[in-house]
């Protein structure tokens, strides 16, 4: 069993930058996939971004790219998920889970356990 914690979220303006954290704990994260996705009111979850479990690949959504960086850290078993130059459409809560495949993937389906969120308001 994987306990995920997201933390960083916040109220911030337009351009503003965030830096949120997902700590896992219950047992080592380090040879999975991980992936942030969001959710705004009245939306469906959405895939963000995914890093291999190596860290050494990637994966964004084309709306986030050059703007969020995900990291992972596995001595801390914990992935971070840099935002920069943020805009309104950003606003959501923000969550991180586990892939249950070998491979990065935007569909939620193949993520495993989740964390609770962390709310992220960006205003104009």
């Known amino acids: 069993q994987v306990q995920l914690a997201e933390s960083g979220g916040g109220l911030v303006q337009a351009g503003d930058s965030l830096r949120l954290s997902c700590a896992a704990s219950g047992r080592t994260t380090a040879n999975y996939i991980m992936g942030w996705f969001r959710q705004a009111p009245a939306k469906d979850r959405e895939f963000v971004a995914a890093?291999?479990?190596?860290?050494?690949?990637?994966y964004y959504r084309n709306s986030v790219k050059g703007r969020f960086t995900i990291s992972r850290d596995n001595a801390k078993n914990t992935v971070y998920l840099q935002m920069n130059s943020l805009k309104p459409e950003d606003t959501a809560v923000y969550y991180c889970a586990v892939g249950r495949l070998g491979y990065s993937t935007s569909n939620p389906g193949d993520y495993g356990y989740w964390g609770q969120g962390t709310q992220v308001t960006v205003s104009s």
């Open positions: 890093i291999s479990s190596s860290g050494g690949s990637t």
